[in-house]
């Protein structure tokens, strides 16, 4: 009996996405309530295999039970909704405001958002953490272009360790966090769409994104109105159960500001708006698939 429940909680455990430690608890919670309701049918005269059978048929396949589990467990409060939507509401409000021409203001969000990250990060990487971490790793993508400023032959050699070390380092935060859900895992990549759209909204080229300050300062309401964009879509993502929503949630969020994009821009067309939607569904896919490579692994681990 030990080793069939020992089979079906492994089982599920591989299906489940959550906090690694609340995970161990409600795993612990199930475990005590089948051999409960186990020992309740053998006193009532049925042998133990088909007492744990009748169990685990009731409670359905570990892969039902899971995803019951995580629209059960998985919801956010309101409170987690507002701290995570805060780093794009701030934005929001200094577009908005235009304070983004103090040229001290932006240094001074970024350190108190890698504050915030780093103080998420150290207490037990809770879900709100993500688009902090998005922020902050703002600063990583802007060294990337300053380096297109060294002599040609300089800045290739220097992109060529830096991109992979960016790569790998974005690879061990998003898969340190597959294992929870790798769906929160969109809230950290999913602003960099945003930013792609912005650079070619500014007709920027290949090269080094010299932004021009009077398109900036036109622009900044369309900038602040898809940072608001991105403050809804991340609150209703916490707050929803169902995952399938979060990620339509994302995904029309992902288009509105594609169309936001476009509107703000005398450059774009059709052709664009297309590009930028493939981008943000490249965005929710990745992981997707990240994810399902990695748990075929560990399934055939186990």
């Known amino acids: 009996m030990k080793q069939e429940l020992n089979r079906y ?27 409960d309701s186990c020992q309740e049918l053998q006193n009532a005269g049925l042998p133990e295999d088909q007492a744990l059978e009748k169990c685990l048929t009731g409670l359905g396949s570990p892969k039902t039970v899971a995803r019951q589990m995580y629209e059960t467990y998985n919801q956010g409060t309101w409170q ?20 983004w021409i103090d040229i001290n203001i932006l240094p001074i969000m970024f350190i108190i958002i890698l504050g915030i990250a780093l103080y998420g990060w150290r207490h037990g990487k809770p879900y709100w953490l993500f688009p902090w971490l998005s922020y902050s790793l703002f600063p990583i993508v802007a060294a990337g272009v300053a380096l297109l400023y ?3 032959v300089w800045a290739w050699l220097t992109l060529a360790f830096y991109i992979p070390l960016v790569l790998w380092f974005l690879s061990f935060i998003t898969i340190k966090f597959m294992r929870r859900d ?8 999913f602003p960099a769409s945003a930013f792609i759209g912005w650079l070619l909204a500014a007709g920027q080229k290949p090269g080094f994104p010299n932004l021009k300050i009077s398109f900036m300062y036109n622009f900044a309401p ?30 029309t969020s992902g288009v509105v500001i594609s169309l936001v994009t476009i509107l703000a821009s005398n450059q774009l067309g059709l052709a664009s708006f297309i590009g930028l939607v493939m981008l943000i ?12 490579k990695v748990r075929r692994n560990q399934s055939v681990i186990i």
Not at 233 to 240: E, H
């Open 222 to 251: 369309w900038t602040s109105l898809t940072f608001l964009v991105l403050a809804i879509s991340v609150a209703l993502f916490i707050r929803l159960r169902q995952r399938w929503l979060r990620i339509a949630t994302l995904a």
């Open 80 to 99: 987690q909704a507002l701290l995570a939507a805060t780093p794009h509401l701030l934005f929001a409000i200094i577009f908005a405001l235009k304070w």
């Open 150 to 152: 060294l002599p040609a």
């Open 281 to 292: 569904l490249s965005f929710l896919l990745i992981p997707a698939f990240v994810e399902r």
């Open 9 to 35: 909680l492994q089982s599920l455990k591989t299906h489940l996405t959550m906090d690694p430690a609340f995970e161990n608890e409600v795993i612990r919670e199930l475990e005590a309530h089948i051999e």
């Open 182 to 189: 790798w769906s929160y895992s969109l809230l950290m990549l």
